[in-house]
């Protein structure tokens, strides 16, 4: 039984993130998409929240587990006794970043291979930062992310602009 983990900011997790990991899941007995807790980057959304909108999307899913983490992803892949790391890519500069992650993962676990799918055309331009900026300035996003993930964000945002 191969089991992969399919790690991730997910900031919020998008409808390019599902793709991956319901195409991942086919590949793979078992699937753990784990969120990370402490990503370098301010997040929208704590990491109890960003497990919970993953939980939610991949419901259906039987052989999906959502978890966090913390530390180096190869570590946290070898704790669960994943023997591959799943990554997404899209157009453009993704390949360069995906590499340069794969190769430094293989530098601190050799046993640990990573397995990149190429993300549906209608996905190459989801990003979740992208996500965030519209939602945030009033845009309809409900076509880029699962439905949970839309209300969260009007309700986000909602109440932040009555702060202002």
Known sequence: ??????????????????????RASRLFDTLIVAVYETPPKNTLFAPHERVDLFKCAVESVGNVEVTSFSGLTPHFAREIGAEVIV??????????TESELALMWRQLDSGIDVACLISELKYQFVFSSRIKEVAHLGGDVSALVPEAVSTKLRDRFKFQSQEI
């Open 87 to 96: 990554r997404g890519l899209r157009a453009g500069p993704d390949f360069d």
């Open 1 to 22: 039984m191969v089991k992969a983990l399919y790690p991730g900011t997910f900031d919020p997790v998008h409808n390019g993130h599902l793709d991956i990991a319901v």
